[in-house]
């Protein structure tokens, strides 16, 4: 029979007791009576029921994370997935991830956390079967777990973990614990089905934008256009005159309108005529900021240097090799800003009310967000509760906190729950952007067409060692010298999927095909070369040569263009297929990716990461630029800022490898830097066109429909 509590009326209704699911207020009567939860291994909670529920640190935005996770725990636990539910654990350092932060982000959740995981399943396992054995006398190693169920096969006896859970709570956990080995996995490196699905089919998911609270009211938000400006003043008046208005809130760089429904406050906010203080960069615009980045290309630059290496060697090095070359290869590649621009715009649920503050949050960084709101309000960290919830699209955004305290001041004015909602402008023209960059590629070429040298001037918006995607590759390219300098009037930047590395792999595997043209050489043949002594990058590489048909003829006017990556503890390919018609209308019919993450725990989420991935990064690379003029953004919704079209999207096939010995990796951030030049090197294959500018529309392509 089924529960009389919708999940949704639940999630609105559970949270201040700490033993509610997911997110919400106040755990109903009929659920509050529940025996006391017990905490095993830090990371296992398990009620009389029997069922545990399993604590993630990971926000979940779509990429499977916290299945992935579950997977990992529930595995080592010897849980059948069916008996499976998750729970986020505390905002507190002893549930820190690897970027030592509770935050999701940088392909860290899985990588990070499988070890600790395992560990945590394996100890929580002995501790049951621990008490177990000491509840029926008989030697530990009789006592066998499955199923959530320790057996005691030569009496019979059985318990679910629920019987045991407090005693096993109350004993010391063992100083070491023996972790399954792989041919005993039975979760991990299956594709079980994802837990956030169905939820999500049925409506029952809670995205920031859904939550509500009793008494709540709605905030919309106009703020300074131009970047580092304030608000100068503004006469409320007008908005205090519209129906279901309650409150004008004036931020130091925005105005707010409070109202019992968003769209009245909405309306009543266009209303106003506030006054704008424009700040110091109000002169900023995207020509200059092409023109000294471009600059900046001739400049010596910081260099970054390997653990172990020596800048004055190094320098000195890429010196020797020009010096042997007799040409050198030169080439200059340029990558916009860009916005995040995910499908949930950005927004927040606050009540600030007896030095307290509680926050309903679709967020990527809790631990910060707890800090930054704690501050902001004056408050001890102790005294502010995040709840996260579902997430429409994160990419790095919402490791910014602006939204959060946004609405943790305004609900202090309001002193009633307030949910700010931004509207789509206000996300593409104020948030947190991808650096734009312009790369110097050189290359020195002896008379024989070996490689002497390579040097890299990168100049990016973003100084802090702006060269993810071209240091650490595995390509054997002898005397190579990277080095950048940056230049920024005052916009704010942010991590955008894959970082640096989003833009840098676009100009370096650009200029490896082109360094293979110049040699004469087949592009995968160079970069086969390159790879001679890097086995296991040379693996993806061929994996994703052979999934594509490389040598395989194509219909006269088609190319395949190929990248690679190493990045975030993984290793991918990516070959493009596509055609360029007489109307200068790209087609970008197929994608082909491999990839080597080292252990796969759920192949089923590692294909949707690849194919969302090079979607995500099609539409950057296709059409993806926020231009700057008057210190402001000049895009505003979807119509100025698109994204890629269904009928627009290629047929996108993924190969994946494993390499058990090694460490595991991420794998949200490598699907997305091969795509750009992937498809621009098949552009030169197809047409013979160059693509050196990003993106491919400010070279006169319009993109146009995919599989075909």
Not at 122 to 150: F, H, K, N, S
Not at 193 to 211: P, T
Not at 370 to 383: D, H, N, R, W, Y
Not at 678 to 701: D, Y
Request: aromatic residues 6%.
């Amino acid at each position: 029979m089924r529960d009389s509590v919708t999940r949704r009326a639940f999630l609105q209704a559970t949270g201040a007791t700490g033993a509610a699911l997911w997110i919400g207020i106040r755990v109903p009567a009929a659920l509050a009576d529940n025996a006391t939860p017990h905490l095993l291994a830090g990371w296992i909670r398990i009620d009389r029921d029997g069922r545990p529920t399993l604590l993630m640190n990971a926000t979940e935005m779509g990429q499977g994370s916290q299945s992935a996770l579950a997977q990992i725990v529930a595995d080592e636990l010897e849980l059948d997935w069916s008996q499976v539910r998750v729970d986020f654990a505390p905002v507190e350092r002893a549930y820190y991830g690897m970027w030592e932060t509770y935050q999701t982000g940088g392909s860290g959740s899985v990588r990070g956390m499988f070890e600790p995981l395992r560990t945590a399943g394996a100890t929580a396992r002995e501790l049951l079967r621990t008490a177990a054995a000491i509840q029926w006398r008989v030697p530990v190693d009789e006592c066998v777990a499955r199923y959530g169920t320790i057996r005691h096969p030569a009496s019979g006896r059985t318990a679910a973990y629920g019987e045991l859970a407090a005693d096993a709570s109350q004993l010391s956990p063992p100083a070491n614990v023996t972790l399954k080995p792989r041919e005993r996995w039975q979760l991990i490196g299956k594709s079980m089905r994802r837990l956030d699905l169905q939820r999500k089919v049925d409506g029952g998911a809670v995205f920031g934008i859904d939550v509500h609270q009793p008494g709540m009211l709605y905030a919309a938000i106009a703020q300074c256009p131009t970047f580092g400006g304030s608000l100068g003043s503004v006469d409320p008046a007008p908005a205090l005159k519209a129906a279901n208005v309650r409150r004008v809130v004036q931020l130091p760089t925005a105005v707010v309108v409070v109202a019992s429904d968003f769209w009245s406050a909405h309306k009543a906010l266009g209303a106003l005529r506030p006054v704008w203080n424009n700040g110091p960069n109000a002169a900023a615009n995207s020509a200059e900021i092409s023109r000294r980045l471009r600059d900046l290309t001739t400049a010596d630059g910081t260099a970054w240097v390997d653990e172990g290496r020596n800048e004055a060697t190094l320098r000195a090095d890429c010196e020797t090799g020009f010096a042997r070359a007799s040409r050198v290869v030169e080439r200059t590649y340029e990558a916009p800003l860009l916005s995040h621009s995910p499908m949930e715009p950005m927004n927040g649920t606050a009540l600030v009310r007896d030095r307290r503050a509680e926050l309903w949050l679709p967020t990527q960084v809790q631990s910060e967000m707890k800090t930054t709101v704690a501050k902001t309000l004056g408050l001890p960290e102790s005294a502010v509760t995040i709840h996260t919830t579902e997430v429409g699209g994160g990419f790095g955004r919402r490791l910014k906190t602006d939204y959060g305290v946004q609405a943790a001041l305004i609900a202090r004015e309001v002193g009633v729950p307030v949910k700010l909602l931004w509207t789509r402008e206000e996300d593409t023209q104020h948030g947190f952007y991808r650096p734009a960059a312009i790369t110097r590629l050189r290359a020195g070429v002896d008379s024989s067409g070996a490689i002497t040298a390579v040097r890299a001037q990168i100049g990016c918006m973003d100084s802090d060692t702006p060269v993810g995607g071209m240091a650490g590759q595995p390509y054997a390219l002898p005397n190579m010298l990277i080095t950048y300098a940056g230049w920024n009037p005052g916009v704010p930047l942010g991590a955008w999927r894959s970082v640096d590395a989003s833009q840098n792999l676009f100009f370096f595997e650009s200029f490896i095909d082109e360094l293979a043209y110049e040699l004469r050489e087949d592009p995968l043949a160079l970069r086969r070369r390159l790879l001679a002594a890097s086995p296991r990058a040379l693996r993806v590489l061929d994996a994703a040569a052979e999934l594509a048909k490389w040598h395989d003829p194509l219909p006269k006017g088609r190319g395949r263009g190929i990248a690679f990556l190493q990045g975030y503890g993984s290793l991918s390919a990516q070959v493009a297929e596509v055609s360029v018609d007489a109307n200068q209308a790209l087609h970008v019919h197929r994608v082909s990716c491999a990839v080597d993450c080292g252990t796969a725990v759920n192949p089923d989420t590692i294909r949707a990461q690849f194919e969302g991935g090079v979607v995500f990064g099609l539409s950057a690379a296709a059409f993806g630029a926020i231009t700057i003029d008057d210190g402001r953004v000049q895009q505003a919704n979807f119509d100025s800022y698109p994204l890629v079209r269904m009928q627009q999207c290629p047929q996108v096939t993924v190969t994946i490898l494993e390499s058990p010995a090694e460490k595991i990796g991420g794998i949200g951030e490598p699907p997305v830097p091969p795509v750009a030049p992937a498809i621009a090197n098949a552009i030169f294959a197809a047409s013979g066109k160059r693509i050196r500018r990003l993106p491919f529309s400010s070279e006169g392509l319009q993109l146009g429909r995919g599989m075909a």
